[in-house]
């Protein structure tokens, strides 16, 4: 039995040293109401970054708007040597054009609107035809085509890019097609693009009817998968992807229930109630005593706290189960997830949003949002002056080091959301 106590022991301490190793230390003092006053002119080093207003201030903006300045100039320059194949959203082309869209957006400078259209029409000459998700496939780069056209005013380019992501459907409703369910390669990757072109354009852009017919594909595909596996009554919609059962934002059911929550998705309220509900409490139940969340329902490691995997992801789906289902758990199980994302979500892995430092702090801007709590926007303050000292940490270098959802494209940004937190939104993610 000692012996087991022992072994026991060395487990978990190899388990702290491998959270050590997978984030920094935050070093940062978290905001506590009002110690900010008292600390004033003591030599605590606190840094707040508001205003008398208790807005993010003027000093931390304009640091802010210098490094996208800087980093941009980088990225640009390291563009020259990406991958001239990779239209993506995640690490190509479509990406870079989603963040000039958003620096348009919160600057209204026409010249980034110019070189949004400029690299998704890069994009657009070498689609494959292979994917059709918005981040991997086909339908990201049309979806973007359709609005950055239509900002422009070119209304005939914006149409002929919807027809073509809506003949995309095809494939996605085919009952053989050996589509996932997931955000990166399957379905539901292909459901956001719709949503996302109609919350962009306008309402009716997409039928309403091509979303239901494949919001059912994604209903079926799951009530099945849990048939197979008997697990009708505990979890009624359950997805695979690559044979394991996933549950972070970008390959697992945090994901796609999310996307199925969006009231743009018009899931019927029954189902809501009947099919995701329990299927997103079945996940509730496998949370680890930290707050974080397993990577796959078979996983019973507490290690990642990232976006694609573990709690950064996950908060987004518990946020929007407490909009729907207006229940105090699912908020309450956010906050949690907060929790262990400003313990251990500086990530050695870099600055990016799926697996890096910037993804994670976008957690706090959509708890912000809903919660208004000045607390959580001083911590995305927090993970952005970090992301300001860019490149100095020690950390990986990504494979696609200037790219939206692995690299600095990711950074900036996310830093661009210091403008306008209340406006934020996690990229071809959040609607
Ligand atoms: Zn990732």
């Not at 208790?54 to 320059?77: C, H, P, T, W, Y």
């Not at 956010?334 to 262990?340: F, I």
């Not at 860019?390 to 830093?415: Q, V, W």
Request: aromatic fraction near 10%.
């Amino acid at each position: 039995m000692g012996d087991n106590v022992s072994k026991r022991l060395k487990l978990i301490s190899a388990t702290e040293a491998e959270m050590e190793e997978r984030s920094f230390p935050n070093q940062y003092p978290d905001w506590e109401q009002g110690v900010v006053a008292s600390n004033a002119g003591a030599d605590v080093e606190y840094n707040d970054p508001f205003d008398a207003e208790g807005k993010v201030n003027a000093a931390f903006q304009m640091r802010v708007q210098s490094k996208i300045k800087d980093l941009l100039e980088q990225m640009e320059e390291g563009l020259k040597t990406a991958d001239p194949h990779d239209f993506s959203t995640y690490t190509g082309w479509t990406g870079i054009a989603l963040l000039y869209l958003q620096l348009h957006r919160v600057s209204c400078e026409g010249s980034h609107l110019q070189r949004a259209l400029d690299y998704v029409k890069r994009a657009m000459r070498i689609l494959n035809g292979r994917r059709v998700t918005f981040l991997c496939g086909d339908a990201g780069p049309l979806a973007v085509g359709a609005v950055v056209h239509h900002k422009l005013n070119n209304s005939v380019e914006s149409k002929d890019c919807v027809s073509r992501l809506l003949q995309l459907q095809r494939s996605v409703l085919s009952p053989d097609a050996e589509i996932p369910d997931e955000l990166l390669y399957g379905r539901v990757g292909y459901l956001f693009a719709l949503l996302y072109v109609n919350k962009e354009i306008g309402a009716d852009t997409v039928d309403e009817g091509i979303i239901t017919k494949v919001v059912t594909a994604i209903i079926g595909s799951g009530k099945n998968m849990s048939a197979e596996e008997k697990k009708t009554d505990r979890c009624p919609l359950l997805y695979e992807w690559h044979k394991k059962q996933y549950i972070g934002a970008a390959h697992g059911l945090a994901g796609i229930y999310y996307m199925l929550m969006q009231p743009g998705a018009r899931v019927h309220p029954t189902m809501l109630a009947e099919l995701v509900r329990p299927s997103i409490d079945y996940i509730r139940h496998k949370r680890f005593r930290s707050g974080n969340f397993p990577s796959s329902l078979s996983n019973e490691s507490d290690r990642l706290v990232h976006w694609c995997h573990g709690a950064p992801g996950v908060i987004h789906m518990l946020i929007m189960a407490y909009k729907v289902f207006k229940e105090e758990k699912y908020l309450k199980e956010a906050a949690d997830c907060a929790e262990v994302i400003w313990q251990r979500g500086l990530l050695r892995k870099g600055y990016g949003i799926c697996h890096g430092t910037a993804g994670n702090g976008y957690a706090f801007l959509t708890l912000y949002k809903l919660t208004l709590e000045k607390k959580y926007l001083y911590r995305a303050c927090k993970f952005a002056e970090w992301c300001l000292d860019y490149g100095t940490h020690g950390c990986r270098i990504p494979d696609r080091p200037y790219s939206l959802f692995e690299g600095m494209a990711g950074t900036i940004h996310y830093l661009s959301e210091m403008t306008n937190p209340e406006a934020s939104s996690f990229p071809a993610f959040e609607l």
